[in-house]
Each structure stands twice: as structure tokens, then as C-alpha cells.
């Protein structure tokens, strides 16, 4: 324990790694089982799944690095050691049911759900609060829901901005440390495209 238990956040994937167990613990599934059957399948997210390295994945992009200005392959990385903290591959079409669905209660119950968005004033993360697994921020004068992620080759962000029921999803296959613009970058950029064509 870094601190104690409700005073304050620091970002880790440790925590999910925990969680994970938890969920295999409670559930008698392995965690890639229990995220297909009772999330994937139930949604409708034919385009996602656990990334294991012996998959043949249809249609699947390649991961790219920037050395120097010349594109090169990214280094292979096993992303199922990730695990919980990660892993999956998707689509923007099957992130959006995801953003949907968490959204509208359809994957958990009303208390559950709340937690999820609740503002915890413990959890400041660089002028953001964070709630369970979403980062709860103001963008453009609106709320904004959102969590991005990287991987060697790979980033993406989604967003949501919840009293619009605006979903942006951005998926990259190019290293997110690189000076190219990142999905998250991206991300408010296609929203802040869209926000100023409403007002117009």
C-alpha cells in the first residue's frame, strides 16, 4: 500500500491485473472466457477479443513505429501480458456498443453503473478526476468520459460525452511515444470539429 485506502490515486496496471484475478476467482472462468461469454457475445462485439499471439485475426493492422521519418515495423509484443490491463483488440463500430452499452446500463446494474462515473475527490489525475476504470473530465464546456491506452505499435482513445451522447473512438497502429498526432489528440480534435459545426 502506497497510502491509505481512499486518500488518494496513482494510475497502475497492477490494479487491473488484481482485478482480473478477481473476476476469475468469482466467476470459476478464466478471464479471457468470462470477457467473451458475458461481455463480447452479450454485446454483439463480433470484432473484439483477448489478443492471444496464435490467433489469426482477420483484417488485423500492423503496428508501425516512427524511427527517425522512416516507418518501420514495431517491435512484437505479446499483448496478452497485458491481460487484464489489456489485450484486446476491437473496432471503432464494436467500442461504440461498448461505450453504449456501459452508458445505458446494460451490462450493469444501476448502483454499479453509478460507481462508474461517480466523481471521487480523491482521484485527481492531472487536473481529472478518475472513477472506475473512466476518467471523468470537462471538454469544450461539456462532460467528458473517457480512458486511452497504449501499446508498443498500437493507441486508441474513446470518448464520450454523456448529456450529448457523443461517442468519439479513435484507433491508431502507430506508436503513441512518436511525434505523430496520437488518438487522443485526434480525439479531441474530431470532437471539437463536430462541436463547432453544431453551433453554426
Excluded at 23 to 46: T, V
Excluded at 158 to 182: C, G, I, K, T, W
Amino acid at each position: 500500500m502506497l497510502y491509505p485506502h481512499g486518500t488518494k490515486l496513482t494510475y497502475n496496471n497492477t490494479g487491473y491485473v488484481l482485478l482480473g484475478l478477481l473476476i476469475e476467482n468469482a466467476s470459476g472462468l478464466s478471464y479471457a472466457r468470462f470477457i467473451q461469454e458475458r461481455i463480447l457475445d452479450r454485446l454483439g462485439m463480433k470484432d473484439s477479443g483477448f489478443d492471444f499471439t496464435h490467433k489469426i485475426i482477420a483484417r488485423k493492422a500492423q503496428g508501425y513505429t516512427l524511427v527517425g521519418n522512416e516507418l518501420q515495423n514495431a517491435d512484437f509484443v505479446d499483448a496478452t501480458t497485458a491481460w487484464s490491463a489489456g489485450g484486446l483488440y476491437s473496432t471503432v463500430h464494436d467500442l461504440t456498443l461498448w461505450s453504449d452499452a456501459l452508458a445505458q446500463g446494460k451490462l450493469l446494474n444501476s448502483e454499479s453503473t453509478e460507481r462508474i462515473y461517480r466523481v471521487y475527490p480523491e482521484t485527481i489525475l492531472q487536473g481529472m478526476h478518475y472513477g472506475y476504470g473512466i476518467v471523468l473530465a470537462e471538454r469544450f464546456g461539456h462532460k467528458l468520459q473517457y480512458h486511452s491506452g497504449g501499446i508498443t505499435g498500437y493507441n486508441s482513445v474513446l470518448q464520450r460525452y454523456p448529456d450529448l451522447r457523443v461517442v468519439v473512438a479513435v484507433l491508431s497502429n502507430l506508436d503513441s511515444d512518436s511525434d505523430v498526432l496520437p488518438s487522443w489528440t485526434l480525439g479531441d480534435g474530431l470532437a471539437k470539429i463536430w462541436f463547432e459545426a453544431q453551433s453554426h
